[in-house]
Protein backbone atom coordinates (compact mmCIF):
# COMPACT_ATOMS: atom_id res chain seq x y z
CA UNK A 1 0.00 0.00 0.00
CA UNK A 2 1.72 3.24 -1.20
CA UNK A 3 0.55 5.80 2.11
CA UNK A 4 1.12 8.99 -0.57
CA UNK A 5 4.34 10.31 1.38
CA UNK A 6 7.06 9.26 -0.95
CA UNK A 7 9.59 12.60 -1.27
CA UNK A 8 8.10 14.08 1.81
CA UNK A 9 10.91 15.93 4.48
CA UNK A 10 10.78 14.02 8.18
CA UNK A 11 12.25 14.94 11.24
CA UNK A 12 12.44 11.83 13.52
CA UNK A 13 13.46 12.42 16.93
CA UNK A 14 15.09 9.88 19.29
CA UNK A 15 15.99 7.51 16.10
CA UNK A 16 18.67 5.56 16.65
CA UNK A 17 17.12 2.48 18.82
CA UNK A 18 13.98 1.07 19.46
CA UNK A 19 10.80 2.82 18.66
CA UNK A 20 12.18 5.80 17.12
CA UNK A 21 14.55 3.60 14.93
CA UNK A 22 11.63 1.85 14.08
CA UNK A 23 9.21 5.03 12.91
CA UNK A 24 12.39 5.67 10.99
CA UNK A 25 12.90 2.89 9.17
CA UNK A 26 9.20 2.56 8.11
CA UNK A 27 9.02 6.45 6.80
CA UNK A 28 12.10 5.48 4.78
CA UNK A 29 10.63 2.43 3.54
CA UNK A 30 7.60 5.00 2.42
CA UNK A 31 10.63 7.08 0.49
CA UNK A 32 10.54 9.82 3.00
CA UNK A 33 13.73 11.90 3.29
CA UNK A 34 15.25 11.63 7.07
CA UNK A 35 16.71 13.81 9.27
CA UNK A 36 17.62 11.61 12.52
CA UNK A 37 19.01 12.41 15.68
CA UNK A 38 19.87 11.17 18.96
CA UNK A 39 22.53 11.99 21.74
CA UNK A 40 24.71 8.76 21.10
CA UNK A 41 26.78 9.13 17.99
CA UNK A 42 27.79 6.34 17.63
CA UNK A 43 24.56 4.14 17.84
CA UNK A 44 23.05 6.91 15.71
CA UNK A 45 25.44 6.70 12.57
CA UNK A 46 24.79 2.67 13.05
CA UNK A 47 20.61 3.68 12.68
CA UNK A 48 21.18 5.57 9.76
CA UNK A 49 23.50 3.22 7.88
CA UNK A 50 21.12 0.43 8.48
CA UNK A 51 18.34 2.02 7.27
CA UNK A 52 20.27 3.59 3.95
CA UNK A 53 21.58 -0.15 2.85
CA UNK A 54 17.74 -1.31 3.69
CA UNK A 55 15.96 1.32 1.67
CA UNK A 56 18.08 3.48 -0.18
CA UNK A 57 16.49 6.56 1.46
CA UNK A 58 18.41 9.75 2.22
CA UNK A 59 19.41 9.60 5.81
CA UNK A 60 21.22 12.62 7.78
CA UNK A 61 22.51 11.92 10.98
CA UNK A 62 22.46 14.53 13.73
CA UNK A 63 24.29 13.82 17.22
CA UNK A 64 22.74 16.46 19.40
CA UNK A 65 20.52 16.47 22.38
CA UNK A 66 17.24 17.84 20.88
CA UNK A 67 15.65 18.81 24.22
CA UNK A 68 18.24 21.53 24.31
CA UNK A 69 17.94 24.83 21.95
CA UNK A 70 21.44 24.39 20.73
CA UNK A 71 20.11 21.06 19.59
CA UNK A 72 16.53 22.33 18.32
CA UNK A 73 19.13 24.86 16.00
CA UNK A 74 20.65 22.13 14.59
CA UNK A 75 17.76 19.72 13.45
CA UNK A 76 16.03 22.59 12.21
CA UNK A 77 18.82 24.10 10.52
CA UNK A 78 19.61 20.30 8.32
CA UNK A 79 15.95 20.03 7.68
CA UNK A 80 14.01 24.01 7.70
CA UNK A 81 10.81 23.07 6.18
CA UNK A 82 10.14 19.17 7.46
CA UNK A 83 6.81 17.55 6.54
CA UNK A 84 6.76 15.33 9.23
CA UNK A 85 7.96 15.81 12.23
CA UNK A 86 7.93 12.44 14.94
CA UNK A 87 9.81 12.43 18.35
CA UNK A 88 10.35 10.50 21.38
CA UNK A 89 13.16 10.29 23.51
CA UNK A 90 15.18 8.12 25.94
CA UNK A 91 12.73 6.72 28.87
CA UNK A 92 12.99 7.63 32.58
CA UNK A 93 14.34 5.50 35.31
CA UNK A 94 11.63 3.00 35.99
CA UNK A 95 10.27 1.88 39.29
CA UNK A 96 10.75 5.36 40.94
CA UNK A 97 9.39 6.28 43.86
CA UNK A 98 7.39 9.53 43.55
CA UNK A 99 8.65 10.98 47.22
CA UNK A 100 12.28 10.72 45.99
CA UNK A 101 11.82 12.55 42.67
CA UNK A 102 13.70 16.06 43.02
CA UNK A 103 13.53 19.30 41.38
CA UNK A 104 16.55 18.47 38.89
CA UNK A 105 14.61 15.30 37.51
CA UNK A 106 11.73 16.96 37.07
CA UNK A 107 13.62 19.49 35.03
CA UNK A 108 15.21 17.28 33.16
CA UNK A 109 12.04 14.87 32.10
CA UNK A 110 9.66 18.09 31.83
CA UNK A 111 12.57 18.87 28.94
CA UNK A 112 12.49 15.82 27.37
CA UNK A 113 8.93 14.51 27.36
CA UNK A 114 7.29 18.11 27.05
CA UNK A 115 9.32 21.18 26.57
CA UNK A 116 11.29 19.88 23.65
CA UNK A 117 8.71 18.48 21.54
CA UNK A 118 6.38 21.19 22.66
CA UNK A 119 9.22 23.94 20.86
CA UNK A 120 9.15 21.59 18.12
CA UNK A 121 6.06 21.56 17.21
CA UNK A 122 5.78 25.25 17.29
CA UNK A 123 8.66 25.64 15.26
CA UNK A 124 7.16 23.47 12.53
CA UNK A 125 3.81 23.91 11.89
CA UNK A 126 3.36 27.30 10.21
CA UNK A 127 5.89 26.09 7.16
CA UNK A 128 3.34 23.06 7.31
CA UNK A 129 0.39 24.67 7.41
CA UNK A 130 1.80 27.24 4.57
CA UNK A 131 2.66 23.93 2.06
CA UNK A 132 -0.84 22.47 2.49
CA UNK A 133 0.16 19.32 4.42
CA UNK A 134 1.71 18.46 7.67
CA UNK A 135 1.86 15.11 10.22
CA UNK A 136 2.96 15.78 13.73
CA UNK A 137 3.44 12.13 15.63
CA UNK A 138 4.57 12.08 19.14
CA UNK A 139 5.44 8.90 21.06
CA UNK A 140 4.69 9.01 24.51
CA UNK A 141 4.08 6.48 26.56
CA UNK A 142 0.93 4.55 28.29
CA UNK A 143 1.64 6.02 31.37
CA UNK A 144 0.07 9.11 30.06
CA UNK A 145 -3.37 7.43 29.80
CA UNK A 146 -3.03 5.21 32.42
CA UNK A 147 -0.94 6.70 35.71
CA UNK A 148 1.10 4.16 37.38
CA UNK A 149 3.89 5.41 39.99
CA UNK A 150 6.58 2.85 38.45
CA UNK A 151 6.85 5.54 35.76
CA UNK A 152 6.12 8.84 37.54
CA UNK A 153 8.78 10.49 35.39
CA UNK A 154 7.37 9.58 32.19
CA UNK A 155 3.65 9.35 32.45
CA UNK A 156 2.54 13.23 33.74
CA UNK A 157 4.90 14.84 31.15
CA UNK A 158 4.01 13.24 28.41
CA UNK A 159 0.21 13.35 29.64
CA UNK A 160 0.55 17.23 29.63
CA UNK A 161 2.71 16.77 25.75
CA UNK A 162 -0.71 14.88 24.81
CA UNK A 163 -2.81 18.01 26.06
CA UNK A 164 -0.99 20.61 24.44
CA UNK A 165 -0.97 18.33 21.29
CA UNK A 166 -4.69 17.65 20.89
CA UNK A 167 -5.13 21.15 22.15
CA UNK A 168 -2.90 22.74 19.05
CA UNK A 169 -4.51 19.74 16.49
CA UNK A 170 -7.99 21.58 16.65
CA UNK A 171 -6.24 24.84 15.47
CA UNK A 172 -4.10 23.26 12.70
CA UNK A 173 -6.12 20.52 11.62
CA UNK A 174 -8.19 23.00 8.57
CA UNK A 175 -4.60 23.79 6.98
CA UNK A 176 -4.26 19.72 6.73
CA UNK A 177 -2.04 19.56 9.52
CA UNK A 178 -2.40 16.40 11.72
CA UNK A 179 -1.02 15.74 15.32
CA UNK A 180 -1.49 13.29 17.20
CA UNK A 181 0.06 10.87 19.73
CA UNK A 182 1.20 6.90 20.22
CA UNK A 183 1.29 5.60 23.63
CA UNK A 184 2.86 2.35 23.89
CA UNK A 185 3.56 0.08 26.17
CA UNK A 186 6.03 -2.86 26.11
CA UNK A 187 8.51 -3.26 22.91
CA UNK A 188 11.45 -4.71 22.54
CA UNK A 189 13.48 -1.57 22.56
CA UNK A 190 17.12 -0.60 23.88
CA UNK A 191 15.96 0.09 27.11
CA UNK A 192 13.88 -3.09 27.88
CA UNK A 193 17.04 -5.21 26.36
CA UNK A 194 18.69 -3.50 28.91
CA UNK A 195 16.74 -3.84 31.63
CA UNK A 196 15.63 -7.40 31.27
CA UNK A 197 19.64 -8.56 30.79
CA UNK A 198 20.28 -7.12 33.91
CA UNK A 199 17.73 -9.27 35.53
CA UNK A 200 18.61 -12.21 33.77
CA UNK A 201 22.38 -11.61 34.64
CA UNK A 202 21.22 -11.42 38.63
CA UNK A 203 19.03 -14.61 37.95
CA UNK A 204 21.17 -16.79 35.84
CA UNK A 205 18.62 -16.82 32.89
CA UNK A 206 17.78 -14.99 29.64
CA UNK A 207 16.38 -11.62 28.41
CA UNK A 208 13.84 -13.68 26.46
CA UNK A 209 13.25 -15.93 29.64
CA UNK A 210 12.87 -12.52 31.88
CA UNK A 211 10.55 -11.31 29.12
CA UNK A 212 7.93 -13.89 29.38
CA UNK A 213 8.15 -14.23 33.04
CA UNK A 214 7.25 -10.32 32.84
CA UNK A 215 4.38 -10.78 30.12
CA UNK A 216 2.88 -13.31 32.49
CA UNK A 217 3.41 -11.17 35.98
CA UNK A 218 1.52 -8.26 34.24
CA UNK A 219 -1.04 -9.77 32.30
CA UNK A 220 0.06 -9.06 28.35
CA UNK A 221 -2.86 -10.42 26.40
CA UNK A 222 -1.08 -10.82 23.26
CA UNK A 223 1.50 -12.87 25.41
CA UNK A 224 4.76 -10.83 24.13
CA UNK A 225 5.98 -7.68 23.82
CA UNK A 226 5.79 -4.83 20.60
CA UNK A 227 7.75 -5.15 18.16
CA UNK A 228 9.45 -1.72 17.08
CA UNK A 229 8.99 -2.05 13.37
CA UNK A 230 5.32 -3.23 13.58
CA UNK A 231 4.72 0.36 15.60
CA UNK A 232 6.93 1.87 12.89
CA UNK A 233 4.40 0.88 10.33
CA UNK A 234 1.68 2.63 12.16
CA UNK A 235 3.51 5.43 12.90
CA UNK A 236 3.76 5.57 9.00
CA UNK A 237 0.38 5.77 8.91
CA UNK A 238 -0.62 7.53 11.01
CA UNK A 239 1.92 10.16 9.02
CA UNK A 240 0.43 9.32 5.45
CA UNK A 241 -1.55 10.74 3.13
CA UNK A 242 -4.54 8.67 4.40
CA UNK A 243 -5.18 9.67 7.75
CA UNK A 244 -6.03 13.86 7.09
CA UNK A 245 -9.05 13.11 9.46
CA UNK A 246 -7.01 11.77 12.55
CA UNK A 247 -6.96 14.90 14.41
CA UNK A 248 -5.71 15.07 17.85
CA UNK A 249 -5.82 11.58 18.79
CA UNK A 250 -3.38 9.41 21.61
CA UNK A 251 -3.55 5.91 20.29
CA UNK A 252 -2.49 3.10 23.26
CA UNK A 253 -0.27 0.46 21.57
CA UNK A 254 0.47 -2.29 24.41
CA UNK A 255 -0.81 -5.95 23.36
CA UNK A 256 -4.19 -4.94 25.23
CA UNK A 257 -2.43 -4.87 28.67
CA UNK A 258 -4.38 -1.78 29.71
CA UNK A 259 -8.56 -2.07 30.31
CA UNK A 260 -10.38 1.24 28.69
CA UNK A 261 -13.24 1.23 26.31
CA UNK A 262 -11.92 4.89 24.53
Known amino acids: MDLGIRGRRAIV ?53 H ?20 GTCSPPPWGTDFREVDREQWDEFLAS ?57 KVMAKDNVTINNLLPGFHHTAAAQEQ ?21 KVGIPAGRFGDPDDFGAICALFCSTYANYIVGQSLVVDGGITTAIF
Do not use: Q
Open 13 to 65: NGASAGLGKGCALALAREGVDLVLSARGEERLRGAAEEIVAETGASVVPIAVD
Open 67 to 86: TTEEGRERILAACPEPDILV
Open 113 to 169: GLLGPAEFIRRTVDGMAKRGFGRIVNITTGAAKFPNENRILSGPPRAALANYSVAAS
Open 196 to 216: FTKIAEKRGTTYEAEVGRWVE
